[in-house]
């Protein structure tokens, strides 16, 4: 599975021991697949639906990947920390991060601090038994983000998924 972990709460000190952390993404507009199940829609179409949507916003072709970081086992997301390598926010809101909440993890057997590009990045895919929220970017393209990846661009991403 990987590293196992351990950090502390900064709030109330609870620690948490023996967990895996995984890099979450999502990209701008990936919500549009939520209340859609994979027997209703492909991946190809919803890549479509939202291809026309982020093109309206981002003319420019550049969409916004966001990140979180999952504690497997528990109920806990956190953004990733260092104004999360570009701040889509434009300094409008204070950041709530992971180091904002918790302490910086420990690797269990070697004491090392964790190096957060080497986290792991989740998958996120649009089938039967998996249909996770913007899994059909990656299950039409075969494409997922390199960790704290600030945007994609989208001509790039859709020129490899066509050939």
């Known amino acids: 599975m990987g ?3 351990e950090f502390k709460s900064n709030k109330d000190g ?3 021991t023996n967990v895996y952390l995984m890099a979450v993404w999502e990209a701008s507009h990936d919500s549009i697949s939520e209340g859609s199940l994979p ?3 492909s991946a190809r179409e919803l890549l479509g639906k939202w291809t026309y949507t982020v093109t309206k916003e981002y003319p420019n072709g550049l969409i916004p990947i966001y990140w979180s970081v999952e504690v497997e086992g528990a109920d806990v997301r956190a953004v990733t920390p260092f104004p999360s390598q570009f701040d889509h926010s434009h300094g409008q809101k204070v950041r709530d991060d992971f180091l ?4 910086w993890p420990m690797d269990t057997k070697t004491g090392d601090f964790l190096n957060w590009l080497t986290l792991p990045v989740k998958d996120k895919l649009w089938r ?6 913007g899994g059909f970017i990656q299950e039409a393209t075969q494409w997922k983000p390199s960790i704290l990846q600030p945007f994609v661009y989208l001509q790039s991403l859709l020129e490899t998924t066509l050939k």
């Open 100 to 103: 904002t909440r918790f302490t």
């Open 3 to 5: 590293q196992v972990w």
């Open 128 to 133: 039967p038994q998996q249909a996770n929220k």
């Open 14 to 16: 609870r620690r948490h």
């Open 39 to 41: 027997g209703e829609i």
